[in-house]
């Protein structure tokens, strides 16, 4: 099993630059895919970012050029660095991890970008 406990979340300012934080521990392979997906309200859960155990990053059309994603695969933890925040990127934004063909998903940490 895997769990994971993400942190950084809370109230920010429109144009504001925080960053979460995503713990991963139990059963964690060495090839893997971190990444973080979030759910504003009213909508449907959608991709933000995935990073590679080997480095390969993938990013939503919405995010790129503001968010980056980064890991420690020594502390088998995921960051996302948000910059430039708009309103729209409130949201609960959950962490995930894939191996072996199985996904886990974090309980998310809500970000509310204020305008």
């Known amino acids: 099993q895997v769990q994971l406990v993400e942190s950084g979340g809370g109230l920010v300012q429109a144009g504001g630059s925080p960053r979460l934080s995503c713990a991963a521990s139990?059963?964690?392979?060495?090839?893997?895919?971190m990444g973080w997906h979030r759910q504003a309200p009213g909508k449907q859960r959608e991709f933000v970012a995935t990073?590679?155990?080997?480095?390969?990053?993938n990013y939503a059309d919405s995010v790129k050029g503001r968010f980056t994603i980064s890991r420690d695969n020594a502390k088998n933890t995921v960051y996302l660095q948000m910059n430039s925040l708009k309103p729209e990127d409130t949201a609960v934004y959950y962490c995930?991890?894939?191996?072996?063909?199985?996904?886990?998903w974090g309980q998310g940490t809500q970000v509310t970008v204020s305008s």
């Open positions: 995930t991890v894939s191996q072996m063909g199985t996904n886990y």
């Open positions: 139990g059963s964690i392979f060495r090839v893997n895919t």
């Open positions: 990073k590679t155990s080997a480095g390969s990053t």
